[in-house]
């Protein structure tokens, strides 16, 4: 079954506005996660890494203002992405290491943003 | 930082043959090459892993070798079937550090 889970799944909002992607670590704690970005047809591409406790790094270009990310619990890391414009549509998907699994890393369900 | 570049971008493959994609990696020190199959709209599944201190890793169909000298991996799958029509990620790492650098992508196709 999935261990990072991820809500919500699909979210339309209008432009200017904000939205929050929660990404859960289920059954294990996760002291790091990772934000990812997929544009349609493209890779997924690193914006952050979140740590539990302590500021996020960003990724070369990837506005910190903008993705907003807190990390506030060990099983918790949220992204809002602030003042939301249409380009900033996308796929995000956040991944997590577990040891209780053979030490992979699992992604979380993606979610869909489109911005009107 | 790494770059990992993959090839080719899309493959179309009769059923039952075989399919080869192949990635390179800048960074010397990655070791560590995880290989994802991404189904529209759904999470990357990982399909097959591959740590630099081993040349070759299988499972059922699929297969991974690496070469560290030249600083590139390939993905093989045998005996194509339908449902492993997706696209395909390739990625590096350094194993314990779950920052993952991934390729491009490669859309394979397979027709019945």
């Known amino acids: 079954g999935a261990v990072v889970s991820q809500h919500p799944s699909r979210v339309i909002c209008k432009s200017g506005t904000s939205v929050k992607i929660e990404c859960r670590s289920l059954?294990?704690?996760?002291?790091?996660m990772f934000w990812y970005r997929q544009f349609p047809k493209q890779s997924l591409m690193l914006m952050a890494t979140?740590?539990?406790?302590?500021?996020?790094?960003?990724e070369q270009g990837v506005e910190k203002d903008k993705f907003l990310i807190n990390h506030a619990s060990l099983t918790l890391s949220t992204l809002t992405v602030t003042s939301a414009h249409p380009e900033d549509s996308s796929f995000y998907i956040c991944?997590?290491?577990?040891?209780?699994?053979?030490?992979?890393?699992?992604f979380g369900e993606g979610s869909w943003l489109t911005v009107v | 930082g790494e770059n990992v570049e993959q090839h080719p971008s899309t493959l179309s493959v009769q059923e039952g043959d075989s399919a080869v994609i192949k990635c390179t990696y800048s960074?010397?020190?990655?070791?560590?090459f995880p290989w994802y199959k991404q189904e529209l709209g759904k999470r990357p599944q990982l399909i097959i892993d591959?740590?630099?201190?081993?040349g070759e890793k299988k499972d059922q169909r699929i297969a991974v070798t690496l070469n560290k000298t030249a600083k590139h991996f390939s993905l093989h799958i045998t005996e194509t079937q339908p449902e492993d029509s997706a696209v395909y990620f390739c990625?590096?790492?350094?194993?314990?550090?779950?920052?993952?650098?991934f390729g491009t992508g490669t859309r394979l196709t397979i027709i019945p």
């Open positions: 991944s997590a290491r577990t040891h209780r699994f053979g030490n992979t890393i699992y």
């Open positions: 059954d294990f704690q996760a002291t790091t």
């Open positions: 979140s740590n539990e406790g302590s500021k996020a790094t960003y």
């Open positions: 960074d010397s020190a990655s070791n560590y």
């Open positions: 591959i740590r630099s201190n081993v």
């Open positions: 990625a590096a790492s350094l194993f314990g550090n779950e920052k993952l650098t």
